[in-house]
């Protein structure tokens, strides 16, 4: 199971990102994904959940109306768009999935939001 994300960097408040992550290694269309982040000092918090065909979606609420997940099964991409970000949403972002009990990370992609 690889995950790679990309995508994130330095943005001012109130900008967006887009973030993605590549899937590849198992079967992505049957697998639930999930962005967590981790802010310094903070303990690694999940950010959004999408079902396995997309049909669900549930984000936590600090970003709901802010962020949306979505995926491409034909692409096995996985993607977190962030809106009116805040510096509160600075960490890094990580992509997750869970295979017959196994956790699987990408190795995190780094947001920055600051003016």
């Known amino acids: 199971v690889q995950l790679v994300e990309s995508g994130g960097g330095l943005v001012q408040p109130g900008g967006s990102l887009r973030l993605s992550c590549a899937a590849s290694?198992?079967?992505?269309?049957?697998?639930?994904m999930s962005w967590y982040r981790q802010a310094p000092g903070k303990e690694r918090e999940l950010v959004a959940t999408?079902?396995?065909?997309?049909?669900?979606?549930n984000y936590a609420d600090s970003v709901k109306g802010r962020f949306t997940i979505s995926r491409d099964n034909a692409k096995n991409t996985v993607v977190l768009q962030m809106n009116s970000l805040k510096s509160e949403d600075t960490a890094v972002y990580y992509c997750?999935?869970?295979?017959?009990?196994?956790?699987?990370w990408g190795q995190g992609t780094q947001v920055t939001v600051s003016s």
């Open positions: 290694g198992f079967t992505f269309s049957s697998s639930p």
């Open positions: 997750y999935t869970n295979r017959w009990g196994n956790k699987y």
């Open positions: 999408i079902s396995s065909v997309g049909r669900s979606t």
